[in-house]
Nanobody
Framework: QVHLQESGPGVVKPSQTLSLTCNVSGESTITGYVYWTWIRQPPGKGLEWIGA???????YYSPSLKSRAVVSKDTSKNQFTLQLASVTPEDTAMYYC???????????WGQGIQVTVSS
């Protein structure tokens, strides 16, 4: 059983950089490729895939967010992070970190963290 927990600020000002961290536990017995992914859900809208990083270090981004998003990992801390630059109110959403054995497989989810972009 893989457990994920997001952390970060609940409010970010416009034009600033949003930084979120996901702590991962319970995957010590997992073998093969795994993918750590960030997704979000703006209020009243569907899920949006942001980006992912594999345990081999390969990184993938949504074309629409590629210019502003950075996904990274710290294996020693069992963490991966999301940085989203130049945020606007349109970036207000519930942000989730997820885990899967394939690139777009969201097998396990964190509980999510609400991020509001507001001055």
């Amino acid at each position: 059983q893989v457990h994920l927990q997001e952390s970060g600020p609940g409010v970010v000002k416009p034009s600033q950089t949003l930084s979120l961290t996901c702590n991962v536990s319970g995957e010590s017995t997992i073998t093969g490729y795994v993918y750590w992914t960030w997704i979000r859900q703006p209020p009243g809208k569907g899920l949006e895939w942001i980006g992912a990083i594999s345990n081999s270090g390969r990184i993938y981004y949504s074309p629409s967010l590629k210019s502003r998003a950075v996904v990274s990992k710290d294996t020693s801390k069992n963490q991966f992070t999301l940085q989203l630059a130049s945020v606007t109110p349109e970036d207000t959403a519930m942000y989730y970190c997820t885990w899967g054995k394939q690139l777009h497989a969201l097998d396990y989810w964190g509980q999510g963290i609400q991020v509001t972009v507001s001055s």
